[in-house]
């Protein structure tokens, strides 16, 4: 007998481990996909629950409207403090809100505003979802008749699909101003010449590129949210497992998307 | 209050179920179940906790999917229906759950009428409050129309919860542990209702529950669940009416304590 597959070796329960969490991988990975492929199925079939769709809306925006009013106003106040010294050493102030706007429409506005989102209303979705599941609340509405998965996932799912891009937007204009609190204190620099130059250097791709950043996260931080509370267990436990999964996987997915995002868009550049 | 007499049509089964066997990884919880539900009858689950009574209501709504054998409800195999098919079927089941189940984030009203609106396709606003208003007096709690879920007491969770059902006008009633929890009073009022709700809507049901005092009252037949069978059946004196170590021990319990 080979002897790594002798039960009797403890490298056999190692392997045996390691094969029983690579198996558990590929079976997560396989029921994510079979989520996604049936959100798509459920959506966009009538009846559509539009009453609903519109109140998650407004729940995710207000969930995360204050936090990422501060946030964002910190975020561009703080870049540029912190870029002035570099510029100042090449004698190149004026180009401070141009670096600004760059910075912030490509990849500040987008990923603040999910991280923050996915903290907020990723880790929110997933409780609430999460306790359903665990009091049976779920199950109720299956056995009266009724499609829990479209008026519970595709409401909250489309919901942050729809939001996020719009906060994102007001998280780069908050950081805009921010960014003009700053130059406006320092050189003394008039609104609208701000604003000029903030928009001199930025090309319909970058608009575009974030737009479809926002989206994209928007959708991983509902799905993720929607998966975690939807396939909750283990009662009490299960809740705050869920609630903690969908913030860490939605923001993990988020950077990876980042990360692939930019690398697509560079290449129209 | 007393049971009344029901009229029980023995030559209909709303519920046939044969062989039927479910295991959760490697513990069997039901071994192959024969049963029959009757029209108009009221049937009464027995067993020890973790015998499989709530699994086998889960299996008839189709909420679990049995390993083997096979559900008849209301003449269509549950485990070979489609999904729209199984939804419509769903309809005409009521299935009142343990703790209620209550949607937290309705009001009593709106908890009531989920359900009617999604199914009653164009069923107007008059309609559905006639509806609200006729199940709420059915189960006594008409003043609650407006209070949220968090500010109902365990009893009325329940009633509210069986509202919920009764408002589709099923065929079939599931009570999954209708008296669990509550104090004696408020059983025996959850035990009138189901004899009411039996009555008044011409359900047939089945009750899962270990409390034997709701199972007597309750109960036209008593079906006893012991290590994943029905081993005992019959009336609610006939199925006690025995040495059974396994069996004995439950009507002591109940009735001596």
């Given at each position: 007998m080979d002897s790594v597959s002798d039960?009797?070796?403890?490298e056999y329960k190692k392997r045996s481990t390691f094969k029983r969490r690579l198996n558990n991988f590929f079976a997560e990975v396989y029921r994510i996909h079979l989520f996604i492929i049936r959100f798509f199925k459920e959506a966009f079939?009538?009846?559509?629950e539009l009453k609903e769709i519109v109140k998650q809306c407004f729940d995710v925006g207000v969930r995360s409207f204050t936090l990422i009013t501060v946030t964002g106003f910190i975020v561009g106040l703080i870049f540029t403090k912190q870029s002035r010294p570099s510029l100042i050493t090449f004698g190149a102030t004026s180009w401070l809100p141009s670096l600004v706007s760059i910075a912030i429409m490509r990849a500040l506005a987008p990923l603040v505003t999910a991280l923050i989102a996915s903290g907020k209303v990723g880790s929110s979705i997933g409780a609430e979802l999460g306790s359903m599941r665990v009091t049976e609340q779920i199950d109720a509405m299956e056995v009266s008749g009724t499609k829990p998965f479209k008026y519970l996932v595709c409401t909250r799912v489309l919901a942050t699909t729809i939001t996020i891009p719009i906060l994102a937007t007001y998280t780069a204009f908050i950081g805009l101003l921010g960014g003009y609190v700053n130059v406006a204190t320092n050189e003394g620099t008039s609104y609208t010449s701000f604003m000029q130059q903030v928009f001199?250097?930025?090309?319909y791709l970058d608009f575009t590129a974030s737009l479809i950043k926002s989206i994209a996260f928007g959708f991983t931080i509902g799905i993720v949210g929607c998966y975690q509370g939807y396939n909750s267990n283990k009662g009490t436990e299960g809740v705050g497992k869920a609630a903690n999964g969908a913030v860490v996987t939605a923001m993990f997915l988020v950077f990876i998307e980042e990360i692939i995002i930019v690398q697509i868009t560079s290449n129209f550049r | 209050m007393k049971k009344a007499k029901v009229e029980i049509?023995?030559?209909?089964?709303v519920i046939k179920i044969r062989g039927l066997k479910k295991a959760f990884e490697d513990f069997a919880v039901l071994r192959g179940i024969d049963l029959d539900l009757y029209q108009g009858e009221n049937l009464v689950v027995l067993g020890r906790s973790g015998t499989g009574k709530s699994v086998l209501i889960k299996l008839i709504s189709g909420l679990l999917i049995p390993d083997h054998g096979t559900i008849e409800v209301l003449g269509q195999e549950v485990t070979h229906i489609t999904d729209k098919a199984l939804q419509e079927l769903r309809i005409r089941i009521g299935f009142s759950f343990q703790n209620s189940?209550?949607?937290?984030?309705?009001?009593v009203r709106k908890n009531l009428e989920f359900p009617l609106v999604r199914n009653r396709k164009g069923i107007s606003r008059k309609d559905i409050d006639v509806a609200v208003e006729t199940v709420l007096d059915a189960v006594g709690l008409?003043?609650?129309?407006?209070?949220?879920?968090?500010?109902?007491s365990g009893g009325q969770r329940k009633r509210i919860g069986i509202a919920r059902t009764l408002i589709l006008n099923p065929e079939i009633m599931l009570y999954d542990?209708?008296?669990?929890?509550?104090d004696p009073i408020t059983c025996i009022e959850i035990n009138d209702l189901i004899n009411e709700v039996q009555q008044r809507y011409k359900t047939s049901s089945i009750i899962i529950t270990h409390d034997l005092t709701c199972a007597k009252s309750t109960g036209d037949r008593v079906a006893m669940l012991l290590d994943g069978k029905f081993e005992r059946e019959g009336t609610f004196d006939e199925v006690f009416d025995t040495d059974d170590p396994r069996v004995k021990p439950f009507f002591d319990y109940n009735f001596i304590h």
């Open positions: 039960p009797i070796n403890p079939v009538p009846p559509f001199q250097p930025l090309v | 049509d023995y030559t209909n089964e189940a209550l949607y937290d984030s309705m009001t008409s003043q609650t129309i407006n209070q949220m879920p968090s500010e109902l542990e209708p008296t669990a929890g509550l």
